[in-house]
Nanobody, 123 residues
């Protein structure tokens, strides 16, 4: 069991940066692969990125490659999503999720989800 909490969302202008955090209080957090997903109004949930439990492998969706990076600090029980050069198309609720492993670059069936954090990018 792990309780995920996202933070760092907000309202920014086009071209700005934001850093999202996904954290948990349980020590088991460091044993999970963590993924970021987003969902815009009226759209399906979309994969954004994933990182293995030890951080030695990361993957990002093509739509964010070159602008977003994903990293983790298991000593702080945290995973980060650094988002640069944001555009209005990045506007969504961003969720982090935990799964036992990364498969084919994503999380196939996450066991746990956070409540989400809103990111809004104005033009």
């Amino acid at each position: 069991q792990v309780s995920l909490v996202e933070s760092g969302g907000g309202l920014v202008q086009t071209g700005a940066s934001l850093k999202l955090s996904c954290s948990a209080s349980e020590r088991t957090f460091s044993s999970y692969a963590i993924g970021w997903f987003r969902q815009a109004p009226g759209k399906d949930r979309q994969f954004v990125g994933a990182v293995t439990w030890n951080g030695d492998y990361t993957n990002l969706a093509d739509s964010v490659k070159g602008r977003f990076t994903i990293s983790r600090d298991n000593a702080k029980n945290a995973v980060y999503l650094q988002m640069n050069n944001l555009t209005p198309e990045d506007t969504a609720v961003y969720y982090c999720a935990a799964d036992t492993m990364v498969v084919d670059g994503t999380l196939r069936s996450p066991d746990f989800w956070g409540q989400g954090t809103q990111v809004t990018v104005s033009s």
